[in-house]
């Protein structure tokens, strides 16, 4: 059965702890991972796997990054359905004031063996009030294996935010992004657009993936990152027909036809005349 992903992201931020569920399919395996994050002066989070599909899952295992800051968490040998796993991620002793979002990434194995990575985002508010979310849109065309498309994101900024922003474009494994990132500039109606080329490296079609632009903006001597999510559909390859292609396959016709030809006379010299 081919690998189709399904996410669904809550948030819930209340007196410097975080809460984020996402809810991750690929074909029979599902997960859905509670982050909760506790932050100020430092940052832990607490995150718990729970199996919510139908295969065994393999290798196991969970990661968190903030800023230039990754964690590997221990890997679990196999995940049955039902089951459930937490991480407990101790990111920062002490950090800047500032909105943050923390990437999550989840790597396992199916029963073949074949490796998926998914991945979610979850906020973590030190010191400061978070000031009016940037909004916007993800998009991503079709890709086939070995396929390559342009990520086009578009944002816009609430009259409240001012300031410098830049956009971080993050993509589970199998997928290559060019650039990671880019400045964003918002015109006066406050709308800003960035491009990236998304390229298919080994994910099997069928997979839809999500991927997250992170973008963050320096105010004051404060940052705040916000994200927005898209999906990327990894499709079957459509042969394209080229002119080579067409005059080989009229010759082959064409060969087909004669041979048949040819069979049908040599058989009617050889029936008995009346």
Not at 115 to 121: A, D, H, K, L, M
Request: net charge positive; glycine share 10%.
């Amino acid at each position: 059965m081919p690998p189709v992903g399904r996410f669904v992201v809550g948030f819930l931020v209340t007196a410097g702890i975080a809460a984020a569920t996402t809810d991750c399919f690929a074909g029979t395996i599902g997960f859905r991972t509670d982050a909760v994050v506790t932050s100020g002066p430092g940052i832990d989070a607490k995150v718990t796997l729970t199996h919510t599909g139908d295969e065994t899952a393999d290798n196991v295992n969970m990661s968190a990054q903030l800023l230039d800051r990754k964690m590997d968490g221990t890997a679990v040998a196999s995940m049955r359905p039902g089951q459930n796993q937490v991480w407990n991620f101790h990111l920062f002793d002490e950090i800047p004031k500032g909105v943050y979002a923390i990437v999550l990434r989840t790597r396992y194995s199916d029963t073949n063996g074949y490796p998926f990575e998914v991945i979610s985002t979850a906020d973590a508010t030190v010191g400061v009030q978070p000031a009016p979310r940037i909004h916007g849109s993800l998009d991503v065309p079709r890709l086939s294996a070995g396929g390559e498309a342009t990520a086009k994101l578009t944002a816009r900024k609430p009259p409240e935010r001012s300031g410098s922003f830049e956009v971080r474009l993050v993509a589970p494994a199998g997928l290559e992004v060019r650039p990671e990132r880019l400045p964003l500039t918002f015109d006066a109606s406050g709308k800003a657009t960035a491009d990236f080329r998304v390229r298919n490296l080994k994910l099997l079609a069928g997979t839809t993936v999500s991927i997250y632009g992170l973008i963050t903006g320096t105010n004051a001597g404060l940052s705040q990152s916000d994200t927005i999510r898209g999906s990327v559909r990894i499709a079957t390859p459509v042969p394209r027909v080229t002119f080579p292609m067409f005059y080989q396959a009229a010759a082959a016709v064409f060969l087909l036809l004669a041979l048949l030809e040819g069979v049908a006379w040599a058989s009617a010299r050889r029936s008995p005349k009346e």
